[in-house]
């Protein structure tokens, strides 16, 4: 980033000017650079991530150049291909002079996006069933946190995956869906196909969802039959 700067300075010096003067100009066109790249990336980001509930920080902006951009009429900042757009990120600035480009350099710059993120207010110990009081939201920058809860709506009803500390932020990876039975589970099984249909009583055997195959003993027989749990307390098994 201080490539602009030195280069001001050390002309200055081989021209025999005051070369003090020299580097306040630099720092004065540095500190310009800096902030309209500034505003630049941060435009670009928003524009992308299209996102009303989080704001955009961008930080540490150092120019990956080798030679003085040149001065023109109008710059554009691009994102690397495949960048994320949070974190340390690299963007391609482009100096025009009307339509045409007179200069290309890489910027560095560090994204982050502030937003509102779901949290504990309370210990929760492993398959503990997650509701609202245990819960609060509080702004953070979020390049550091993972698949993050914005919603205290998104985590209630949920179950934890593993035990969770006070102040700890709610992710995906830290919470699940209950099932929808569990082993032991009393469901009623129905057997349909070829115009019959039957029903029996069975037990559950392991965990399941809706729309899951699920295992089911025959109270009757002890066989196991396989089927699609289909609703809370039924299974369906086609023939």
């Not at 902030?35 to 992308?48: C, D, H, M, P, T």
């Not at 245990?134 to 179950?159: D, N």
């Amino acid at each position: 980033m201080r490539c602009l700067g030195y280069a001001i300075v050390m002309a200055a010096v081989l021209l025999g000017g005051d070369h003090s003067q020299a580097a306040t100009r630099a720092d004065r066109t540095d500190n310009t650079l800096t902030s309209s790249l500034g505003n630049l990336i941060q435009a670009y980001v928003e524009k992308r991530i299209s996102r009303a509930d989080i704001q955009i920080s961008v930080s540490g902006i150092q120019v990956d150049a080798a030679a003085i951009p040149a001065s023109g009429t109008r710059m554009t900042v691009e994102a690397k291909s495949g960048s994320a757009l949070i974190g340390a990120t690299r963007f391609l600035a482009t100096i025009f002079r009307q339509d045409r480009i007179v200069s290309r350099f890489w910027v560095r710059a560090r994204i982050d996006w502030l937003g509102q993120v779901v949290v504990a207010t309370r210990p929760m110990a492993a398959n503990e069933r997650v509701t609202d009081e245990s819960l609060t939201t509080q702004e953070m920058a979020m390049s550091q946190l993972r698949s993050p809860f914005g919603e205290i709506s998104e985590v209630v009803g949920k179950r934890t995956k593993r035990a969770i500390r006070v102040g700890e932020v709610l992710r995906a990876d830290n919470v699940e869906v209950p099932p929808t039975v569990n082993r032991g589970d009393m469901v009623k099984v129905v057997a349909r196909g070829r115009g019959i249909e039957l029903s029996l009583l069975g037990r559950v055997r392991q965990p399941a969802h809706i729309g899951e195959t699920v295992h089911v003993e025959n109270i009757g027989s002890h066989r196991t039959i396989y089927g699609t749990l289909i609703d809370p307390s039924t299974v369906l098994v086609r023939f």
